[in-house]
């Protein structure tokens, strides 16, 4: 899910709570001082000078040391950024970006088919000089801007004063600009200072944006001492927006004046969210780049897309935004403070519950009630499915799961029995049969032929047992298997596995029901292509209460896979199952046909 389609989402959804971590739109209100000012100046409707006024561009050249007249003033840094190649002589420029870099976006979306693009990663453990070293190797006399944000957006990583120098230093040799994007430059945590333009090759873009929380000022400015680039830039924005209005400069004057307050009272608050959401992705072991700078913090997912982590967030009431919008490297998030400390709480623990190395209190509660219902088992479930009493008296012997105490199997059998249309005369393997009630009702609603793979010999046992109870000698065969090592060769129309969701180290048969690794599921899905047909359904199921390691939606995706999830609801929370295949049109009318039951 990609952040057009978050927003959409949460426009088309007003009565869901969702907090908003996707945003680069500050939720603090704006200083009092600040807002009078631009009331005071309201009725003040004639063209203001392209430039800007004289006002504001005094108070942003104290700032930054230089004369007001290597300042001009745009309509954000976003419109700034955007005239690069307009002030260009050549018809096809050559950029070079960070990644991740939130310019990333301008380049997918405006200068990719125009122009040439080249990234250079800065990879996670990165040191600063390491990427630097890489940056400036990558510098060469064809090149015409290097674009970088500092704070970096998404990362809240800060390049040091010698480290903009030495780019300085490159672009100078190689006959380049270097625009640095200062957006988030109040905004810094960490001791280190940066530079004023250093040269004529250093530009620098900055805005009252973030620090002042004035995003819809949208007041943007450009420190240039470069005399040729100013003039450019002025034609430029002339010819695009002509001049931004006098009463939001204004603004910007007495936000500029009143810095000092201003910043310290947003990084203070800043600082408790901070800490806050640290806390809990510390204690869950949650992967993040630590940010030396606010408001962002830069998630890792493992190997997991970031865009199936964003969509089940949402899901849950978390707005974030997939690194897809910002890199190459589509495994991080970026999760923006920009709610109060309590509603971020909420989202970190949403965000660990998904991703965390270890579990939350809420699963921790889970598992251990897990494992205590399956303690006192009974020989025979004989209340399981009123609804469906062709299971009844099914047997349960020690030391394998109740499927009537068990989070999703109750849930999967229930739908099997009630939709026995998808595998009625069909052949269907049961992969981690378990106690095998999942392939005993296939067979008892219609199968033609059930395979049973299970890999523990109380699963075996009990699944023999039900096989003769039932009698379904004839119909069933049970096999004990590794997933697909000792199946026969075959191709079957319906495959399920009742897979284990968490991704912990277990150390008996009752634990391997519900811990493994992803490795697992790593391996299904290579070898059930083997198994399968163009129409095969997969089904597996799935619970909200797990992290997303082990969700199937992750391995369909992966493997190219179509796949459609119901939801359900019961004692246990939600559950979803998720059919699986090649066959769109299977899955349209699986899917359909048991949601309608």
Known sequence: MNL?????????????????????????????GVTAEAKKWLNHNQYTPTEGITELRQAIAEKYKVRPDNILVGCGSRHLLFGLPFISSKNQCNFLLPDPEWAHELVEVYWRDKHVVQRVSWENNDPEDKFVSRLIENITQDTDFIV??????????????SSIRQIVKASEKNNCL????????????????????VSDSHIILGTVSKAYAMTGYRVGYLVATNEEVITRFRNYIYQSVQCIPYFTQKAAVKALQNQTDIVSRYKQIYRKRL???KKIFYTYEVEYINPQAY?????????????????????????????????????YFRFALMDEVKSLRQAAMEIASLIGKKPTSRQQKAIQKYFTDHQNYQTYCTTMFDNHRVLDRFYIGKDVLRPDKSWVSYALTDFLLKNNWMYKNKKVLDMGAGQGIQGIACAVKGAKEVVMAEIEETGIENIKANINLFNLENKVKVTKSDLFVNVSKQKFDVIIFNHPFFPY???DAISRVIYSGSDLLDRFFKDVKEYSHENTVIVMPFSDIAPFYNNPKRFAFEYHYNFKEMELQNNHGKQSIFLIGKSNKQLELASKKGLNE
Do not use: C, M, W
């Open 4 to 32: 057009q389609e978050t927003i959409k989402y949460i426009d088309e959804h007003p009565d869901q709570k969702i907090v908003k971590a996707h945003t680069a739109d500050s939720d603090f209100t704006i200083d009092k």
């Open 148 to 161: 970088l944000s500092n704070p970096n957006n998404p990362t809240g990583r800060v390049l040091s004063e």
């Open 178 to 197: 270097f625009i640095e994007d200062r957006a988030y430059e109040d905004l810094i945590i960490s001791r280190k200072k940066l530079v004023k333009p």
């Open 275 to 277: 800490q806050a959401v």
């Open 295 to 331: 408001p962002f913090v830069y998630i890792s997912t493992g190997n997991i897309n970031s865009e199936l982590i964003t969509e089940e967030l949402l899901k849950r009431g978390v707005a974030v935004v997939a690194s897809n919008e910002f890199s190459q490297n589509i495994n």
């Open 505 to 507: 180290e277990s150390s």
